[in-house]
């Protein structure tokens, strides 16, 4: 430990002088761009299989939806994400013909990946708000899908909040793979610092704190929310 | 009003309704008692299609509702429900919840009129005979100071006005109870369908239920309750149905049923409830 002043040093010269803090900044950007956008898309597929998951099933038309959801969920939960990111890529893009950066790949493979989660997780959610709801809203004439999209799912988002905050922690996590296909993270950022300053120490460790203190802030933007929803629960 | 012909439901292989055929005229106030698991909110829930019906027809407004083509939210619009568990919309306000429905349809037929405006001027624009288009003569702003002019209009008769902008969680089971039946209200229905209504409440706010009720009846309005209430059915009602497994055992007006009923099965469980 006798020589962390003069690391800290070489770290602030590269961090500070040679530009490597634009490089953090974009990598923070990314980080949070394909967490960001990654869950919305999430939450979107997601709300959607959780209500073709929980259609009453006797047509054939929600029968076969729900297949393929079965299939979608299985997918995206039986393999390592960064196995689809790899997957999608080098494999199924090109064989597609498709050329996209590969920053918008990495939002689309969280996306896909995050909504098979998020689907379970809003199942969940959506079998624990009372069945009285959804038969109000349809003995007022409402149709299905609005009743569910105006009465039931709100209901069910505010009950999984905090599981919905845990999945967007853990998807911040998992960005760190994302340098796999050669998108700009938070990683690539420090380990550029690391190689140019010839030591790893201070950057990586610079690199942790800055994942906690996001995860924290992220955490407490949930209890928020969450106490924000709770409103109509409080008696006033 | 509503002829029920032959309705029939199962649960896989129970039979809980066993052909049931009776007829509910305009205003008319029917009651329906009986033990429990006789099918009594079975039949009721079938009466707005909550539960589909196995087999059988219930023709309401001269049409088959039963029928699963049918486009049943049309015909529930006409057809108030009230449940014992109230079922207020708990992320919703009280004047949110009485406003929800009718702004939502006000404004999704206004919609849907409007797209076929557009296609039936594009038709006219090609075709010589020309089709009059819908006449559209409201907008989405009024059609919510509309409802919530309503709304507040109803929640002053239950004198729960200043109540309009609390969530349900902030409420007494009868107030809950009271707004829900004046929910079912805003969408003028023909007919106000009952499930239990005061049997989740605690027994001094059954009153102020059944007062609303009984002020519904008053001005006229068709009604099929059901309930535990005997007095209530007896002071109310025109017309008493006793159901017994999953069947309507005696028909009757409530001075018949109360006084004199004809089947053993009535007369037993009479007197075992009043």
Known sequence: MGNFDKKLERFWEIFYQHGGYTKVLTGLRNTAYIAVAGLAIGIIIGTIIAIIEVFPKYKRLPKILNGFCTFYVGLFRGSPIVVQLLVTYYVVLPLLGINIPPLNVCVLVFGLNSGAYVSEIMRGGIMSVDPGQMEAGRALGLSYSTTMLKIVVPQAIKNILPTLGNEFIALIKETSVVSFVGAADLYVAFN????????????????ALIYIVMVMIIA????????????????? | MIDVIDLKKNYGKLEVLKGITVTIGEGEKIAIIGPSGSGKSTFLRCLNCMEDPTSGSIIFENVDIADMKVDINIYRRHMGMVFQQFNLFNNKTVIDNIMLAPVHIGISDLRRKRIKNFFI????????????????NTTPSKIKAEA???????LKR????????????????????????????????KVMLFDEPTSALDPEMVGEVLELIKQLADEGMTMVIVTHEMGFAREVATRVLFMDEGK?????????????????RTREFLSKVL
């Open chain 1, 220 to 236: 407490l933007l949930v209890r928020i929310m969450e106490r924000s929803l709770r409103k109509s629960d409080r008696r006033n």
């Open chain 2, 248 to 264: 309507i055992v005696e028909d009757n007006t409530p001075e018949e049923i109360f006084v004199n009923p004809k089947n053993p």
């Open chain 2, 158 to 189: 239950i004198g729960l006005e200043d109540k309009a902008n609390v969530y349900p969680a902030t409420l007494s089971g009868g107030q809950k109870q009271r707004i829900a039946i004046i929910r079912a209200l805003a969408m003028n229905p």
């Open chain 2, 121 to 136: 001027s594009i038709r006219n624009f090609f075709a010589k005979n020309r089709k009059p288009l819908y006449e559209i």
């Open chain 1, 192 to 207: 550029y610092i690391g190689t140019n300053s010839y030591e790893f120490m201070v950057p990586y460790l610079a690199m």
């Open chain 2, 148 to 154: 919530r002019e309503n709304a507040m209009r109803l």
